[in-house]
């Protein structure tokens, strides 16, 4: 009974920001690791950030330095702040999770149903 609701993203101009979430529900919150992974047209899913409980985090070489992931304990959310945006970020973000820890690249078992972000003029 796992669901990861993101919020709607939309489109943001080159070197703007935009803060995603997503809501857990149904989850051991404080034992429950976190991460956004991305997909752009024409190019396979990759991780952008991973975020662990205790908070530890992991990031894609691409987006460290201009994003950050976090745990809103109390509302059972992650967040995933977005700086310097670039039109390369363009993609569907996924939000994802799991009783479990990132140590690589890997995602765990649960997703959200994914939400778009367009980065352009």
């Known amino acids: 009974q796992v669901r990861l609701v993101e919020s709607r993203g939309g489109l943001v101009q080159p070197g703007g920001s935009l803060t995603l979430s997503c809501a857990a529900s149904?989850?051991?919150?404080?034992?429950?690791?976190m991460a956004w992974y991305r997909q752009a047209p024409g190019k396979q899913r990759e991780l952008v950030a991973q975020?662990?409980?205790?908070?530890?985090?992991r990031y894609a070489d691409s987006v460290k330095g201009r994003f950050t992931i976090s745990r809103d304990n109390a509302r059972n959310t992650v967040l995933l702040q977005m700086n310097n945006l670039k039109p390369e970020d363009t993609a569907v973000y996924y939000c994802?999770?799991?009783?479990?820890?990132?140590?690589?690249?890997?995602?765990?078992?649960?997703w959200g149903q994914g939400t778009q972000i367009t980065v352009s003029s």
């Open positions: 975020i662990n409980s205790p908070g530890s985090t």
């Open positions: 994802n999770g799991g009783y479990g820890h990132y140590n690589n690249d890997n995602p765990l078992r649960d």
């Open positions: 149904g989850t051991i919150f404080s034992i429950y690791a």
